[in-house]
């Protein structure tokens, strides 16, 4: 229901918010199916997103003002570009700090030989 991968569902949980903000920073503006097939060739397939994970975050992400989008007619068809808001610019900032510092945080947990340390 969430993502589709090799992770979990549980590893992947809550950063689906910050991988598509940290995409619309590096590429402007993207529509959905482009934010799903970047995310499947960065990751070298091993997160795939799903429609009905994609497009409930990104509307919330819009109902936040951290999005606005823009309809762009192609042939006879409309795509939705999504682009950072002035407010997404420090959001993305500021969940990718957190992303970073929680996962540094997880380090010293699970990777590091923490039995030389006195206990507590």
């Known amino acids: 229901m969430y993502f589709c991968a090799m992770y979990s569902k549980e590893l992947l949980k809550g950063t689906l918010g910050v991988i598509i903000l940290k995409l619309l920073e590096e590429n402007g ?3 959905g199916y482009e934010i799903c097939q970047k995310v499947k060739d960065i990751s ?3 997160i795939l997103i799903k429609d009905g994970s994609l497009y409930p975050t990104l509307h919330k992400l819009l109902k ?3 999005l606005t989008t823009e309809e762009v007619k192609i042939g006879k068809r409309v795509r939705k570009y999504y682009t950072l808001t002035p407010k997404g610019q420090g959001e ?5 700090k957190e992303l970073e510092d929680f996962m ?3 380090n010293k947990i699970i990777f590091t030989d923490n039995k030389t340390s006195p206990a507590l």
């Open 104 to 106: 540094e945080t997880l």
């Open 29 to 31: 503006k993207m529509y």
């Open 92 to 96: 993305k900032k500021i969940v990718v």
């Open 64 to 66: 936040d003002g951290i």
């Open 44 to 46: 070298d397939g091993k």
